[in-house]
């Protein structure tokens, strides 16, 4: 079956340090890959999609690049805020409108002054 | 208003007790999602309604109960609490825009403790 793996659990850093979080996924089907961040006590919000390989797509700062030939999808930043500090979640779809996501366990990011 | 809205945002419920959760959205989103979340683990999908036809996960069928009186709300419902189904549950709406994918929009959940 599907699955996505996020192997950071916690990402600690100061601000004004670059961020990468790492994301791979499996699926026999043509993917279409998502980052989604959740603040503290808020809804889950998307952060960037992609289903083009090796097209960088950029939003507020993170950017990440769909490789299919190794099944990535990192995040990244250049230079995070103190509002960054948040849960990441990386998710998966691959059958088409109106399926469900596969999300990978999450990675909390916390930035300090 | 692109705001999924899920109430209540905290329940505490009896084992052997039923629990009612609603969300609704004003998007005119034709697909409404439920997925739960326990502590350390990804959030899982448990089932969806594509306009009227509901669609349940294998290993979830016989737990969860679901309806969708109009295009707006959605319950999720269970029969018998158990400890097992302390989690938070997100609600999330989707709208079929002609491409095969779509935003999923998320509500910001319900906590689900059962005693």
């Known amino acids: 079956g599907d699955s996505v793996t996020q192997t950071e659990g916690l990402v600690t850093l100061t601000k004004g340090l670059p961020v990468m979080l790492n994301c791979t996924y499996q699926?026999?089907?043509?993917?279409?890959l998502f980052w989604y961040v959740q603040h503290l006590n808020e809804a889950p919000k998307l952060l960037l999609k992609?289903?083009?390989?090796?097209k960088r797509t950029e939003h507020q700062g993170f950017y990440a690049t769909l490789h299919k030939s190794s099944s990535s999808f990192h995040l990244q930043k250049s230079s995070v805020q103190l509002s960054d500090s948040a849960l990441y979640f990386c998710?998966?779809?691959?059958?088409?409108?109106?399926?469900?996501?596969?999300f990978g366990l999450g990675t909390r990011v916390s930035v300090f002054p | 208003d692109t705001t999924v809205k899920q109430n209540p945002r905290y329940k505490l419920a009896r084992v052997g007790k039923p629990v009612n959760l609603i969300c609704s959205q004003t998007?005119?989103?034709?697909?409404m999602y439920w997925y739960q979340k326990k502590p350390n683990q990804a959030p899982k999908l448990l089932l969806f309604?594509?306009?009227?036809?509901?669609?349940r996960e294998a290993d979830t069928f016989e737990k969860f109960q679901s309806s969708r009186p109009n295009n707006s709300f959605c319950s999720l419902y269970i029969g018998s609490a158990g400890l097992e189904y302390s989690a938070m549950y997100l609600c999330?709406?989707?709208?079929?825009?002609?491409?095969?994918?779509?935003?999923?929009?998320f509500g910001p959940g319900t906590r689900l403790t059962v005693l």
């Open positions: 999330a709406s989707s709208r079929e825009l002609g491409g095969r994918y779509a935003e999923q929009f």
């Open positions: 699926t026999t089907y043509s993917p279409f």
């Open positions: 998710a998966l779809s691959d059958r088409g409108y109106a399926q469900g996501l596969t």
């Open positions: 992609s289903s083009t390989d090796n």
């Open positions: 998007m005119n989103h034709d697909t």
């Open positions: 309604y594509y306009d009227k036809i509901l669609n």
